[in-house]
């Protein structure tokens, strides 16, 4: 199956008009580009680009490839960015439940301490004494002793 490498090399490939502009424009080899590109073909059946010693021109598939293909890997790009902003933020709802000797002098400064480091987190705090069933009254964690 085609990486999203092989449709870049395409796609650069088409915008660059020919291999070897296509590779100092990727900082790739000639031949990695070649390579890519041939195996792309081969992959989808079609030729893609009429090669010539001097240009390559993509052909009529090869253009309707790369207009569906240049705004599909564009949507990636801005996935993967959106993506990379959103994990470095850690954000949600977390439930912890905890004894009512043990949470007072230990669990509450550890929980404030957290809640100040990642202010986008919102801690509930159950606190009982009876043995909690994490899947039924939906606790991420719990602390006890004993």
Do not use: C, W
């Not at 890519?36 to 680009?49: D, N, Y």
């Not at 550890?110 to 801690?123: C, N």
């Not at 899947?135 to 004993?146: I, T």
């Amino acid at each position: 199956m085609a990486s999203l490498d092989d449709y870049r090399v395409f796609i650069a490939v088409v915008e660059q008009g020919n291999l070897s502009a296509a590779a100092r424009y990727l900082q790739r080899s000639l031949q990695a580009v070649s390579r890519s590109l041939a195996a792309l073909e081969h992959e989808l059946g079609v030729e893609l680009i009429q090669r010539t010693t001097r240009r390559a021109q993509p052909s009529a598939a090869g253009l309707a490839f790369h207009a569906r293909l240049k705004t599909a890997l564009a949507d990636i790009e801005l996935a993967r960015s959106e993506l990379a902003r959103h994990g470095a933020r850690i954000d949600g709802t977390l439930r912890i439940g905890g004894s009512t000797q043990f949470s007072a002098p230990h669990l509450v400064p550890v929980v404030a301490a957290f809640m100040e480091r990642y202010p986008d987190v919102a801690v509930e705090l159950v606190v009982a004494d009876h043995r909690a069933d994490l899947q039924r009254e939906k606790l991420d964690a719990a602390v006890r002793m004993g």
